[in-house]
């Protein structure tokens, strides 16, 4: 031990404040005044004081961020305060939009204070709660009103600060933001899980989401997760010291919670166009984490109070989103994937491509349709669009750019996989595999029928199902139940222990309700939706099989082409089969009462609204379910109405609810409400 300390308690303390103020100037202040060295032998010295002399180990000292690892499932957590998701402006029209109706519904003061503009780093929601200043619980957002438990994981983020710099600071607060993986860190992390075989994470988000879930902290430690603070919730008894959201943001700073660097306090919606202009266009490429648009927000809180939320969103804020990422690359070639209804895809490969942070060597093309539309060519160079999540799309070639090397293409006659005549679906512009017994579909067919939205096998990887077909231990679903221990164990990479899991996985499957069982066997026309409408009306599913085109279509919400498909699926011999080895492997045919009445009541004396084009569901089935479910569906937004219902393309509806504050939602949250999603209804 040093000299210049003898008392170890005193030493300890020093080295804590030491430790402290280095993190402070490394990760929030940016600007490191010890080497990494200095840091770990200061960091290292405390440890053997500590393992000395037990005594003097606090909760909050910078040694005790890695805590022991959990047993079975994070805890859930309630929320203080339900934590909020934003609504989104797609350009400048709709910011200013969001801005008059802060001004109709809160007067001339909700601008008249600016607006304070922060990036919206794309993360991971979490929630910090200090007690009397000290780090006591982290929670995700989970659903915004109930989150779970990850506060050993978050004590190991380094600008999470274990006790908050203050000498006064409240009595109870949560400290709301964003955890986040930079890029190098990302990077680093999927090098590491290709050298040792895992699967890589495909975003930055993904893996700062999953890293903040782990059960043991030192899987989250070696992460490198961060943090940044950007709002705080707390009982109405708590004073804080702050009256707008640029003051909060230095407050938190203040007590050693990272923020924003580049928050941007603006006098008029006009220099918030303009920063929007400089961070889409310049700052974002220069930054070491994903952000997807900038949040502008009311300054002053109590404006903020008196404007509240409409449902999930603040009207005080909104998320000016950026355009999609357009890239140009040059396409390699056109290649098929052939579905489990037999429809042959055809998708691109790139020449590897750098959009919004991600590499993008694959892209859809939809249908052959669109390439003979666009005459696109291979060989061509082409535009590619990414926008978040979804699959990137090639927009189309740049004809001005060839030089004569391009080549037509054309849809093979034959099904790539194996090899059957191809045939021409007339009414979809689509060309299928008429062979049930092709490979390709047998594959993909499997892995429709184990997916989460349909029997939810855990387990079954798309790997492991290529593997069963071919050590030929299954064909078709009902094959799966066959499955023994023994034989699984003997595959390739298959623990005992895995294929143990794998084989209870398989046993809970059998008693899935009805619907996901419709789901998973993959009948065209048939996806969650429909499955819910008929499993709900037939109950079991001989009734359903032994159903006319008429019997069907006395279902609200179904059409002829989902009666006409159902039908002609059950006259066929190889699904009779089916039916059969599935009902013998003692698979459930019935839709539970349990999860029909858990909806029955649930919009019961509710007014609902559906405007746009929802996913999954047609119009009249959506109004089946809510009406199902004692709910009421009106065609005109008002004071009244209880909800909207969102999809794609809505229009003035979607305006009039949000001038009236009423609550909006999407389809998936209209089927947790009727107790019809894939988590409620087990
Ligand atoms: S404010 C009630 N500020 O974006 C206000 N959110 O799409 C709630 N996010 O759930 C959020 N950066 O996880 C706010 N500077 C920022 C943000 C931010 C990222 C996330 C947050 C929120 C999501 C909504």
Redesign the pocket.
């Known amino acids: 031990m040093p000299s210049d300390s003898p008392d170890p308690a005193l030493r300890a303390l020093e080295l804590r404040r030491l430790i402290e103020r280095a993190n402070y100037q490394y990760y929030i202040q940016d600007q490191p005044e010890i080497s990494d060295l200095e840091y770990d032998r200061l960091l290292r010295e405390l440890q053997e004081i500590e393992e000395a002399h037990p005594e003097l180990r606090t909760s909050d000292s910078p040694t005790q961020r890695i805590g022991a690892p959990l047993q079975g499932r994070l805890p859930k957590v309630e929320h203080l305060v339900p934590?909020?998701?934003?609504d989104?402006a797609f350009n400048d029209d709709e910011l200013r939009e969001w801005a008059a109706r802060t001004v109709r519904l809160a007067g001339e003061d909700a601008q008249r204070a600016g607006y304070t503009a922060?990036?919206?780093?794309?993360?991971?929601?979490v929630g910090l709660t200090y007690e009397r200043g000290v780090f006591v619980r982290g929670a995700t957002?989970g659903n915004g009103t109930v989150g779970e438990e990850v506060t050993l994981n978050l004590r190991t983020v380094h600008d999470v600060p274990l006790r908050l710099n203050t000498p006064n600071p409240p009595e109870l607060v949560e400290i709301?933001?964003?955890c986040y993986m930079p890029f190098d860190s990302f990077e680093q992390l999927n090098d590491q899980r290709r050298r040792d075989g895992e699967p890589v994470f495909a975003n930055p988000r993904n893996s700062a989401a999953g890293s903040l879930r782990q059960l043991d902290p030192l899987v989250t430690a070696q992460r490198r997760l961060r943090f940044?603070g950007?709002?705080v919730a707390a009982p109405p008894d708590v004073r804080l010291p702050f009256t707008t959201q640029w003051e909060l943001l230095d407050t938190l700073h203040s007590w050693g919670i990272a923020i924003?660097p580049h928050r941007r306090a603006c006098a008029t919606l006009d220099d918030v166009i303009e920063f929007v202009r400089t961070v889409e266009h310049t700052l974002r490429a220069e930054l070491n984490f994903g952000i997807d648009g900038v949040?502008v927000?009311v300054n002053p809180l109590a404006i903020q109070e008196e404007l509240g939320d409409a449902g999930r969103?603040?009207r005080w804020?909104i998320?000016r989103k950026f355009a999609p990422d357009i890239a140009v690359t040059r396409l390699l070639s056109i290649e098929i994937n052939v579905g489990r209804t037999g429809a042959l895809n055809p998708y691109a490969r790139l020449e590897p491509v750098e959009i919004g942070g991600a590499m993008v060597k694959l892209a859809t093309l939809h249908n052959e349709k669109l390439i003979r539309d666009r005459d696109l060519r291979v060989g061509d160079w082409v535009q590619v669009k990414r926008a978040g999540e979804v699959i990137p799309q090639v927009i189309g070639p740049l004809p001005e750019r060839r030089d004569g090397t391009e080549r037509e293409w054309a849809m093979p006659g034959r099904c790539p996989r194996c090899d059957t005549p191809v045939e021409r679906d007339l009414d979809q512009a689509a060309v299928y595999c008429p062979n049930v017994a092709c490979p390709a579909r047998q594959l993909e067919g499997l892995v429709h029928f184990v997916s989460r939205s349909a029997m939810d096998i855990r387990g079954l990887s798309y790997a492991r199902i290529q593997q069963l077909l071919d050590a030929g231990m299954v064909r078709d679903p009902a094959d799966i139940f066959a499955l023994r221990a023994e034989q699984v164990a003997s595959l390739e990479r298959f623990a005992d222990k895995s294929a143990e899991n794998l084989l209870d996985a398989i046993a809970a499957a059998k008693q899935q309700p009805l619907w996901r069982l419709l789901n998973g066997l993959g009948i065209r026309h048939v996806g969650t939706g429909a499955a819910q409408l008929l499993a709900r009306h037939f109950e079991t599913l001989e009734t359903l099989a032994g159903a006319t085109e008429e019997d069907i279509l006395a279902v609200r919400g179904v059409g002829g082409i989902i009666a006409h498909s159902v039908v002609s699926y059950f006259a066929n011999e190889t699904t009779k089969t089916l039916i059969e080895k599935l009902r013998a492997h003692g698979v459930n045919f019935t839709e539970p009462v349990v999860h029909r009445t858990n909806g029955r009541s649930s919009l019961s004396g509710k007014t609902v609204v559906i405007t746009g084009t929802l996913p999954t569901l047609s119009r009249t089935a959506a109004t089946e379910l809510i009406e199902g479910a004692g709910g009421h569906v009106t065609s005109g937004v008002s004071k009244s109405t209880s909800f909207v219902v969102v999809g794609a393309d809505a229009g003035s509806k979607l305006e009039t609810a949000r001038k009236l504050g009423i609550e909006t939602i999407d389809e998936a949250e209209l089927l947790r409400r009727v107790g019809l999603d894939s988590k409620n209804s087990e």
């Open positions: 934590m909020l998701s934003l989104n922060e990036l919206k780093i794309d993360g991971s929601a957002r709301r933001g964003e940044f950007f709002s924003d949040v927000k969103e603040p804020a998320a």
